[in-house]
């Protein structure tokens, strides 16, 4: 079995800072990721999707953690084909419109190099410390299986393989024309071919973005993501659509499919996003505790 890391994808949530989860004495920046990566090996960066990360911080997360935690960073809206506030882009690269969201399509070509060498050089002090895990390029619901989606995915690993050593990419799907049973084999030997790591997902079922939970390692990453099972998946409040606890026996059916998958990976990451006050950390740590005693 390759080595299991589980985590969640916030650590700085307003509200997990009013759970209670932290102790009283723990108000700083730098104490809650201390505090935290005491307690997890590995955690996601949601806040990349929004807003580009820069150097400071991810120079700040590489010294304020320990040798081997892991982070996770979720890749910046514009290059996932996802809506773009203007207002997120870098001042200098702002096309001059009235729009307040932007695509991909919307930008001279100069303009998303020039985001691309940014949003990488950005993570360089985590990658050069060794704690940056993957990239994961989560596709919208209008991002469908076809041969142009496939080429940009392969546009991504390239871009990000281009610094010495390559940063992973992992992907995640919200369009279930990836995962239908007449797709899903090709969607995965697709990935597998180009060692593509696939995210997994625990989400909801039913709706337009939903996506089976299908365990797959189509690399030496496997990554698994929990979303939770709102009756709420459509709402825009990201509280209530993500505000799902866990039940202990939903966490000890998981563990042994995770151990199973862990079998054929490397290494497996799994990060619990149901993040609404300490719901992600509970059941994460849960979680690792289940996994750890079956690798006893």
Known sequence: MGAIKVGTASWTDRTLLASGWYPPKITSAEERLG???????????????????????????????????????????????????????????RPDTEKKNVYLTDLAPAVVESVWERFLGALSPLHEAGKL????????????????????????????????????????????????????????????????PYVCVDMPQGHASSIPPVLAATAELAVVRFHGHSEHWDSRDIYQRFGYDYSDAELREWAPKIATLADSAQTTHVLLNNCYRDYAQRNAAQLAAYLSARMM
């Open 35 to 93: 505090y935290y990566a005491a307690r997890f090996p590995l955690v996601e960066v949601d806040s990349t999707y929004y807003t580009p990360p820069n150097e400071r911080n991810s120079t700040l997360w590489a010294a304020r953690t320990p040798a081997g935690f892991t982070f996770n960073v979720k890749a910046f809206s514009l290059l996932t084909q996802h809506p773009t506030r203007v207002a997120a882009l870098y001042k200098d690269l």
């Open 133 to 196: 895990g993957a990239l994961l390029f989560q596709f919208p619901q209008w991002f469908p299986i076809g041969r142009r989606n496939k080429a940009y995915i392969l546009e991504c690993k390239e871009r990000c393989g281009s610094v010495a050593p390559p940063m992973p990419i992992c992907v995640e799907f919200r369009n279930a024309t990836w995962m239908t049973e007449e797709n899903q084999r090709e969607t995965l030997d697709f990935l597998a071919s180009y060692a593509v």
